[in-house]
């Protein structure tokens, strides 16, 4: 089982007009800023937040209260005093059912707490686990040599699209790192399947991915694993060793 929560900026959309038309490179400032101390409180709490866009983030909670919850949002109300945050904590045997146990949650308006606007079930989850895939493109820096800058994002972007549509197939969730980087959040997914769906996404397309797999109790301890795996490819690949998929259990 995992454990998920969504952070979301509430009427992000009807306060962002209140700043005129003036106000794309504010908001730009304002959305850097939210992730950053979002990414820094989960983060020091052993979770880790993937950013989903720009007014809401889900982040890998496994093992962290609705008491934790409500400090940190006690927190990033001191910061932002004219936004309005609220979290949805959700558990399920893969991520995208831990997702929709969240977002119904917040549907249904349930509440684990009202004042802190955190909601819910109250349900204690054991056996709590993460696996994270870090999947990155193979010698990416390489294509830079004969695409432009612009055409490798463009590369990059249907990858990401390809990636996203096939692991919520399996009920897993694909979320952008920056460069050539992805994590999927895959509770369930086995290698062979991860495997599969890779081969299919780069079959008409000229290049290779590696895929770093890692499984730990916390959010963080399994993207640490992940990345630790896929760091394990690049060396066995330096001594010669071709391998695209790589787990790591911690
Ligand atoms: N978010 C994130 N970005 C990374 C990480 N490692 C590299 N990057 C980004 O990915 C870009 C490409 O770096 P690499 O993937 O190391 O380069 P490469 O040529 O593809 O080399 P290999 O992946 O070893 O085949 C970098 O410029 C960074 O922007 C990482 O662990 N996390
Ligand atoms: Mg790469």
Redesign the pocket.
């Known amino acids: 089982m995992i454990q998920l929560t969504i952070i979301r900026i509430e009427g992000y959309g009807p306060w962002t007009l209140t700043l005129g038309s003036d106000r794309e490179g504010q908001l730009q400032m304002l959305q850097a800023r939210i992730y950053h101390d979002v990414q820094r409180m989960f983060t020091e709490n052993n979770c880790l937040v993937y950013f989903n866009r720009f007014d809401e983030y889900f982040a890998i909670t496994n093992g962290l209260s609705a008491a934790a919850h409500a400090k940190i949002q006690h927190e990033l109300g001191k910061l932002y005093r004219d936004l309005k945050m609220s979290m949805a904590i959700g558990v399920g045997r893969t991520a995208f059912e831990a997702s929709m146990n969240a977002y119904n949650a917040r549907k249904e308006n349930r509440f684990v707490d009202e004042k802190a606007r955190i909601f819910g079930s109250n349900d204690d989850a054991d056996d709590l686990s993460a696996q994270i895939m870090?999947i990155?493109?193979?010698?990416?820096?390489?294509?830079t040599g004969r695409l432009s800058p612009y055409e490798v994002t463009a590369l990059v972007i249907k990858i990401y699209s390809r990636l996203a549509e096939e692991f919520l197939k399996l009920d897993a969730l694909t979320f952008f790192?920056?460069?050539?980087?992805f994590m999927v959040v895959s509770n369930g997914v086995t290698q062979k399947q991860a495997d599969r769906v890779i081969k299919k996404i780069t079959a008409d397309i000229n290049i290779k991915l590696?895929c770093g797999i890692g499984i730990g109790k916390t959010g963080r301890k399994a993207a640490e694993a992940a990345?630790k795996a896929?760091d394990t490819i690049?060396d066995l690949?330096d001594e010669g060793k071709i391998q695209t998929i790589y787990e790591i259990r911690c």
């Open positions: 870090h990155d493109v193979d010698s990416s820096t390489k294509l790192l920056g460069g050539d980087n590696n990345t896929l690049r690949r």
